[in-house]
């Protein structure tokens, strides 16, 4: 028996619902302005092969910055670590995802770490392949590997979207081109981003790749490695360092999950061990990470003590009083 279960899922789905009207959907990507609100889905993959589900399902989210972590794992294996972190480091900055700020501040330039927009953009930079096409085609190939799911393509919608209106992607890689971290033609890379970032899928498919997470890398059915343990290892490292942008040191302390958040809402998270998590909820907080699935991750966290910092099972009320 599945230590989780479906109607107290659907119960902790409907407690954090009511949190949506403090969230906000992201339109600065204009096609991601039509998302409900107050859609709230969640998925549960356990190594067993189960699945325990709230919410509709069904609902394919676009990966965002979820797909940084993703294309982390991808270029760590082109190219190994040295390579890869001769081009981004490996600390937080405490700064806003798509911040061009500190960028000045390193010498010589390099982006603080693979999950800030511009280290992501030097990671897709990395993605080896002789096209925009052939590049894309082995980030899907590896996506669909994790997610067991050969269905899985990008949204044209919202890629086009994106790459009409991210102009503050282009400076970040044309700073990154002025100080010799990346070497190609910025409108290519930003093809290529944008698709990426545009990857779609549900909740299911998120909560199976974070199960491959939890589980070092394997595939949860046929136990085949599908990354090297510690390309595994570093991936979950930069979640619980990064994964949440700049909240993820209050992420760490209330739900100590490594987890990736995207401005679509998904979320992707791996328990060690225990199971992968995917959430749809596109009520974002001021900071760009699901309002609604923070909640329900608290709630989840607490009740089945899941932070990877230890801790035990909190039976007092997280949610208290309905406020922001
Ligand atoms: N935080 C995010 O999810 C950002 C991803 C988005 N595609 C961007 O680059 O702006």
Redesign the pocket.
Known sequence: MNVYNQEELARFVEEAKQYARYGKVADY?PALGKANPSELSIAIYTPDDEVVSAGDVTVKVTL??ISKILALALVLMDHGEDDVFRKVGMEPTGDP??SIAKLEEVQPAKPLNPMI?AGALAVTHMIRGRSVEERLGRLLAFVRRLAGNEQITYSKEVAQS?FET?FL?RSLCYFLKQHGIIDEDVEELMDLY?KQ?AIEMTCIDLARIGLVFALDGRDPHSGEPLMPLDVARICKTFMVTCGM?NASGEFAIKIGIPAK????GGILAAVPGRCGIGIFGPALDEK?NSLTGIKLLERLSKTYSLSIFGGGNDSENIYGPVSP
């Open positions: 990507i965002q910055s995802f798509n927009n994106e991210a992607n944008t970032c942008y958040s995207g401005v679509s760009g």
